[in-house]
């Protein structure tokens, strides 16, 4: 059985019909019985350029706030560091039941782990009792401050009992 379609002026069946339509859809040419143009695949040098270009300009637009995100990264590293070197002094102290004296690295110092930061505070050198106390009448505050980033800072305070702690108000208060 075949069912006829009735398309312009003559009669088709409709296989013919539905092989009709996806030449025009499709745009291949009815010339030599195929298409006369290869599919392309992949991309042009211009569709690459233009890609490339995009993403260069995010990726420099992102590449300040991962500086910044590293920088703070250091901050905290450099803190725990101090805290560390600090800690570790007192409990030298009061495991050698004697007296013991740290350094502390300021600006412009010659120890290459603070290159980046400069260490404020009132003295160059804190000492801690054979018992672990802080050999001062006050407690005292060591902010760390990037080089070439002021406003990134960290402060520890070292209490008189020797409590160590990374300080969150920045040693406003004594």
């Known amino acids: 059985m075949t069912v006829i379609c009735f398309f312009m002026p003559f009669v088709l069946k409709c296989e013919d019909f539905v092989k009709l339509l996806v030449t025009i859809l499709i745009g291949q040419s009815l010339c030599l019985g195929g298409s006369m143009r290869q599919k392309e695949n992949g991309f042009t040098l211009i569709e690459l350029m233009v890609t490339i270009a995009v993403l260069a300009i995010i990726a420099m637009m992102a590449a300040p706030s991962f500086v910044e995100i ?9 803190t725990q560091h101090l805290i560390f070197l600090l800690q570790e002094a007192r409990s030298d102290a009061i495991f050698t039941r004697s007296s013991k004296q740290i350094e502390i690295p300021t600006y412009g110092s010659d120890e290459k782990r603070f290159s980046e930061w400069s260490v404020t505070n009132d ?4 000492e801690f009792t054979a018992m672990g106390y802080l050999n001062s009448n006050t407690s005292i505050c060591l902010t760390l401050t990037h080089k070439k980033n002021s406003h990134l800072s960290s402060s520890i305070r070292v209490e008189k009992n020797g409590a160590i702690s990374k300080d969150t108000s920045n040693c406003l208060t004594n």
């Open 70 to 78: 590293i920088r703070k990264n250091e901050l905290n590293q450099e």
């Open 123 to 126: 003295m160059s050198s804190l």
